[in-house]
């Protein structure tokens, strides 16, 4: 499968290189060439030096022939729309937006585009390690409606 990446940060070196041990192919889009170094010597990928939201850009990193696209740059902005142009132009199925702004998350989530709020993963990762089991859900949707959560019962409730 052919995987297009924009951002060559850690985030998007980590990930471009995890994807290439799993076998497939990827295209990494930046707009700083001296990011590609991240990637290491032994990256057999395409790199497409740019704006990851130019079509032209998309193009040369084969966003026609992508299984899935992933906006991991450092700006809200720049991934929310690299992500839609993605699907919306080029159909690209999968596709998901790092989002540091976690209000800004929960509307892209409602515009169909699964992001990933840095900050709120973090937080919520952090609560479950440190709150006793129970008190952080598990899945909320984005609509806030549905909530799947872990929680202790009583004892007298089982059996």
Known sequence: MHFVIMGCGRVGASLARAIERAG???????????????LGTSFE???VTGVGFDRD???????????????????????????????EKYGVEHVVARIYDPGRAEIYQRLGIPTVATVKWTSDQMLRRLLPQ??????????????????????????
């Not at 497939?24 to 889009?29: D, G």
């Not at 696209?69 to 929310?80: C, H, M, P, Q, R």
């Not at 952080?136 to 409606?145: C, F, L």
């Open 134 to 159: 129970g008190h952080v859900p598990e899945h909320t949707d984005p609509s806030g409606r549905v909530v799947i959560a872990e929680m202790p019962v009583s004892a007298g409730w089982i059996g």
């Open 57 to 87: 850009c998309l193009r040369a990193a084969g966003i026609e022939g992508a299984y899935a696209f992933a906006a991991v740059s450092s700006g809200d902005n720049s991934n929310i729309l690299a992500a839609r142009v993605a699907r």
């Open 45 to 47: 990928g395409r790199t």
């Open 24 to 38: 497939h192919e990827v295209a990494v889009i930046d707009q700083d060439e001296s990011a590609f170094r991240r």
